[in-house]
């Protein structure tokens, strides 16, 4: 069969559970449809907030993967259904460059008829996760429209550890209810101080929800892909060797040499060489020429 063929008759007509309660489904549902022939429903009731929040009211176990999967069980149990998608995002400084925020959203298709799990990444510096210490409204809303505001929803909490919904008021799009919300926390404050966020639920987050469509293509491009052994969706690289030679020294570089791809059904697995088209490095990028 083809790659269509096979996509086609694994996914075609079925039902999946977006497993959702933050508008995820108007980047999500949309590709997933098209691509692989599937309907989309967002289960009434349910409750992604219990898996974890932004704003630390309800802690996050295990890591990103493990919370998209908890999410995407829970949906299914709800439904008794068989097909699921679930996304998780995280947010914090850049692993290299400390200084700038960075987001990593997942997206995860888990099919239990076919038993599969493919999941979808994408990452970016293009968020708006922010946060300060205010002691005014004029200075919360001056960060608020640094941050987006209107459009990125805000966060006001009494202190940034504060964990009771009773210190925080989420989801603020108008001046006047911020205006509230920050008169309503500094009453409360025992030091004039109180925190104010970003929202980073997707819902509340235009750059987030931008971010969770580039996964889910991400995911896509991984579901179209088929082991050259057993023709099963979701042959991806699984690992990555640097070292691409430079063209002055032939001196191995950061810049990648090549990229594993394996098969989580049989175990099949290969290495593919220069996967940027390119057998030699730019000087400019070798620590030996260009210390």
């Known amino acids: 069969m083809s790659q269509e063929e096979v996509v086609q008759s694994l996914f075609q007509n079925r039902i999946a559970i977006l497993?959702?309660?933050?508008?995820?489904?108007?980047?999500i549902s949309p590709l997933l449809e098209k691509e692989l022939g599937i309907k989309t429903i967002v289960p009434e009731g349910f409750d992604s907030d219990k898996f974890g929040t932004f704003t630390g009211d309800v802690e996050r176990t295990g890591d990103q993967f493990e919370a998209a999967r908890r999410k995407a069980e829970g949906?299914?149990?709800?439904?008794?259904?068989?097909?699921?998608?679930?996304?998780?995002?995280?947010?914090?400084p850049h692993?290299?460059?400390?200084?700038?925020?960075?987001?990593?959203?997942?997206?995860?298709?888990?099919?239990?008829?076919?038993g599969i799990e493919i999941?979808?990444?994408?990452?970016?510096?293009?968020?708006?996760?922010?946060?300060?210490?205010?002691?005014s409204f004029t200075e919360a809303y001056e960060f608020s429209l640094s941050a987006g505001f209107p459009k990125t929803g805000i966060?006001?909490?009494?202190s940034e550890h504060s964990k009771d919904?009773?210190?925080m008021i989420k989801g603020i799009t108008i001046k006047e209810d911020l205006e509230k919300a920050v008169?309503?926390?500094?009453e409360k404050s025992i030091n004039n101080e109180i925190f104010i966020a970003t929202d980073m639920r997707?819902?509340?987050n235009p750059k987030r929800m931008k971010n969770i469509e580039a996964a889910t293509r991400d995911l896509l491009k991984n579901i179209v892909c088929l082991c050259p052994s057993c023709q099963w969706p979701g042959y991806k690289i699984t690992d990555r060797k640097k070292g691409l030679p430079c063209k002055w020294c032939n001196y191995p570089t950061e810049l990648t040499l090549s990229y594993r791809y394996s098969c989580g059904r049989c175990g099949y697995n290969e290495e593919r060489n220069y996967p940027d088209g390119i057998e030699q490095a730019d000087p400019g990028n070798c620590q030996h020429c260009n210390p």
């Open 165 to 167: 919904l009773g210190e």
């Open 202 to 204: 997707a819902s509340y």
């Open 119 to 135: 999941s979808g990444i994408a990452m970016t510096t293009e968020t708006d996760f922010k946060q300060k210490v205010v002691k």
């Open 19 to 27: 497993a959702t309660m933050h508008k995820k489904e108007e980047v």
């Open 155 to 158: 966060v006001v909490k009494l």
């Open 75 to 92: 949906a299914m149990a709800l439904y008794s259904g068989t097909l699921a998608i679930a996304s998780e995002g995280t947010f914090g």
């Open 95 to 114: 692993p290299f460059v400390p200084f700038i925020p960075f987001n990593r959203e997942i997206v995860m298709l888990i099919d239990k008829e076919n």
């Open 183 to 186: 008169a309503y926390a500094l």
